[in-house]
């Protein structure tokens, strides 16, 4: 049976692993973390991620996983540890290799003539060319003909990690047609979709354009949805409406763009060409920049320098997984602490228990007595919050929901002010009629009502005409 070794068990490494060794590999699974390696070995996984629990135990208990802290003799060893990205001041974020290369030096000692040795770690184009294969070759083996190096990006989206490991298409980027073919082979063992090979550089550049086109059509989302807010209409009714082009796909506006991956690697492309990448580099800004919109929107609602218990519901960054990595909640969370001390936050997420960085609480202690809730992840638990007994705990009735998740007709049938990000519209009750903005802008007459008073609970609705929306009929039916 052939041995791999595949270092690194986080998010991608983990169920690579527990998908080869149920696939008829004998696989050492290694990780530098002795917390992981001791959970693991318990029969435990340290993330969440819907089956994955199941597939580990089932490798681990068929012996074909094992899992250590130190590599060991194979024919294949599998990179897959993070690449995350140093922070300057005022500087152009570089990736830090530094997972990369001590996982390689790891290794080095134990490849040997006929090994095969795959990146699938996220990394700047040309990391393979200029990165893995010089190390390899420093150990007098010849990358091609001895040995062989594949780049072979992970693309599975958090969340859903089992089902697209085995059913998306994949890119090999090999040094070589013989070794192409071989990387092929290996994943052919549980990848169900197609397998496309070409050079390890078109391979690197592949995966980073992959989440660079998502950043930026997100940031596009953003900018729209700042530009809807002015406008005083419904950014999303705006997507909704132009999505159903048969070209166009906009995504998704919200508080940001967290995660590992897509709010990182854009900027592995703009290390290597600063002056040719401004697009990537405009949209990262821009995505970046939007906790500091939602902790304006807190602010100009609150009122600074008032005092406040504020409600803040998620930090994971995205819905349904227990990822806190680049988050946007904990952007937004640094942002208020340092700069509205006056605000008492209390946080609470379903799926992420713990955080060395500040307390988490329960539900029921996170809405008690808050003035405004704040939705900053769209978990579905957060979604099917019953607004009556989220209003028996709360004091104020103010939520401002950054995913669009909620009900906002159940919520305002239980007494609350739904704002949501990139809506500038008046809001309309479930009968049509239409009330004030509360968010329309920071210096919004409502706005500056709610905030001129330490009083943030309900304020009386203030219909007006359906007829004040230009270009709108009524609604004949008044629904
Ligand atoms: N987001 C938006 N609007 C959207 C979509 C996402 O604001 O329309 C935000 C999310 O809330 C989240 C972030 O972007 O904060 C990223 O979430 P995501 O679900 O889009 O992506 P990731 O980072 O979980 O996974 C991505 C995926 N890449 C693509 O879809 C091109 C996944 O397939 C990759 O394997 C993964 O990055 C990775 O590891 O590179």
Not at 133 to 157: F, H, Q, T, W
Not at 432 to 448: E, K, N, Q, Y
């Amino acid at each position: 049976m052939k041995k791999v070794c595949v270092v690194g068990l986080g998010y991608i490494g983990l169920p690579t692993a527990s998908m080869f060794a149920t696939h008829g590999y004998l696989v050492h699974g290694v990780d530098i973390n002795p917390l992981i390696v001791k959970t693991l070995r318990e029969g435990n996984i340290h993330i969440e991620e819907p089956g994955l629990a199941t597939v580990v135990k089932a490798a681990i208990s068929s012996k074909n996983l094992t899992v250590d802290s130190k590599p060991s003799e194979s024919d294949v060893f599998i990179i897959a540890v993070p690449t995350p990205y140093n922070h300057r001041a005022g500087a152009i974020p570089t990736a830090d290799m530094s997972y990369v290369t001590g996982a390689m030096e790891s290794i080095l000692p134990l490849i040997k003539k006929g090994d095969l040795v795959i990146l699938e770690s996220t990394s700047p184009p040309g990391t393979t060319r200029d990165l893995i294969i010089p190390m390899i070759e420093k150990k007098n083996l010849k990358v091609g003909s001895d040995v062989g190096v594949a780049y072979c990006p992970e693309r599975v989206i958090p969340g859903q990690a089992l089902k697209e490991l085995i059913g998306n298409d994949r890119v090999v980027g090999a040094v070589s047609p013989f070794w192409a073919e071989e990387t092929k082979r290996l994943y052919k063992s549980f990848v169900a979709g197609e397998i496309f090979l070409t050079e390890p550089t078109v391979a690197e550049m592949i995966k980073l354009l992959e989440n660079t086109y998502r950043d930026v059509n997100i940031a596009l989302a953003n900018e729209v949805s700042r530009i809807c807010e002015k406008l005083h209409i419904d950014v999303w009714e705006v997507i909704r409406m132009a999505n159903r082009h048969p070209r166009v796909n906009v995504h998704t506006p919200g508080p940001g763009v967290g995660g590992h991956c897509i709010s990182v690697d854009p900027w592995f492309i703009v290390e290597k060409f600063p002056a040719d990448a401004k697009l990537i580099r405009m949209a990262r800004e821009i995505n970046d920049g939007v906790p500091q919109v939602v902790v304006q929107k807190i602010v100009d609602t609150i009122g600074k320098g008032k005092k406040a218990k504020i409600a803040l519901l998620g930090l994971a960054y995205k819905g349904n997984v227990d990822d806190i990595r680049e988050s946007p909640a904990l952007s937004i969370i640094d942002q208020l602490k340092k700069n509205h001390p006056s605000f008492e936050l209390a946080i609470f997420d379903p799926h992420v228990t713990k955080n060395k960085d500040f307390p988490l609480l329960s539900v029921e202690d996170t809405f008690k007595e808050a003035d405004m809730a704040v939705v900053l992840t769209a978990h579905d638990e957060f979604k099917n919050l019953d607004p009556t007994k989220v209003s028996s705990l709360m004091k104020g009735r103010i939520v401002l929901d950054t995913h669009n998740i909620l009900k906002r007709d159940t919520w305002a049938q239980a007494g609350f002010h739904v704002a949501c990000l990139g809506n500038g519209a008046p809001r309309t009750d479930v009968r049509g009629t239409h009330l004030r903005p509360v968010f329309a802008s920071g210096s919004d007459a409502a706005s500056a009502e709610l905030s001129e008073k330490s009083d943030i609970s309900p304020k009386p609705r203030t219909p007006s005409s359906p007829d004040s929306y230009p270009g709108f009929p009524a609604k004949a039916d008044g629904s």
